[in-house]
């Protein structure tokens, strides 16, 4: 199934879509997205909602062409270790093989982070049998840089349970910190060559104000929620994520990719919809961010579509923000 994209419009409506992973294979643009499905579930906190079963690839030749879909790449029957909730995903290449990242509740309902392989952008991907060793919560987000190195960043709030995890293990009574303490952050390790394990265990990525102060959990305008995302632009690298009660995608910079991290603006002002989740990508010379609303169901948290827009890097690196309904 095919659709015409234009900016600030559903890329597909055939499908509900999420959390779209963009990037640049073969010359053409892939965007891997969470699959919402149209179904009633127990809204709350917990995210039970979000009750994903697979991932669709979606593809485009150039910004102005048809968009698509090329049918399922992978789904939870085919993960060994996974029972449900198949959210966020991201996708990366290296040494001629894909690389499909997703989180899912294990059987033990923990979330944890899969890796799949495939020959093609598209897919299929066949999953490995057990998830990503010393990984844990959501939304992993692959990011290979310059000389090679890969990095996965990973870590979701509330129902992403990374609060569970501040003890080194899954406590399924923990909280998150007090107001006043500094916010949790989204943990980050580097891949080892097989992009199937990490090379040492995840750091927790350190998030601060112009001052050096780290930016405190009760910071709800600007503390880390979900949803992190690299891109490097002029030898910089940028962390952008989700603040998630405050519904924006904001960003920090660093010169290292593992921080520690400066925080610096609004990427995206809030959307339609609770939640909010993007990816940044460089195409043929000009940048985009691709993102979700819940515009396509009137507004159903739980059934979103997909978006696109240039997105603008100003002449200081900083990234002009985007209000994506003016
Ligand atoms: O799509 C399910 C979850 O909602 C994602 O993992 C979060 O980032 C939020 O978009």
Known sequence: MTAKPSFNQPLVTHLYTADPSAHVFEGKLYVYPSHDLDHERTSNDNGDQYDMEDYHVLSMDAPDAPCVDHGEALHVSGVPWASQQMWAPDAAFKDGKYYLF??????????????AVGERPEGPFRAEPSWIDGTFSIDPAAFVDDDGRAYLFFGGLWGGQLEKWQGGSFDPSAEGPAG????????????????LSLR?????????????RPIAAGDEERRYFEGP???????????????????????????????????????????VGWTTHHSIVEWDGKWYLFYHDSSLSGGADNKRCVKFTELHHEEDGSIRTIRPYE
């Open 102 to 115: 997703f989180p899912a509740r294990d059987k033990d309902g923990v979330f944890r982070i899969g890796a």
């Open 180 to 195: 006043n303490e500094p916010a949790l952050g989204p943990r980050a390790a580097e891949l080892a060559d097989d992009m």
């Open 229 to 271: 995302w690299m891109h490097k632009h002029q030898g910089r690298y940028y962390l952008s994520y989700s603040t998630g009660t405050t519904h924006k995608i904001v960003y920090a910079t660093s010169d290292n990719p593992l921080g520690p991290f400066v925080y610096q603006g609004t990427i995206l002002e809030p959307v």
């Open 200 to 212: 040492s265990a995840p750091v927790e990525l350190s998030i601060v104000d112009a001052d050096g």
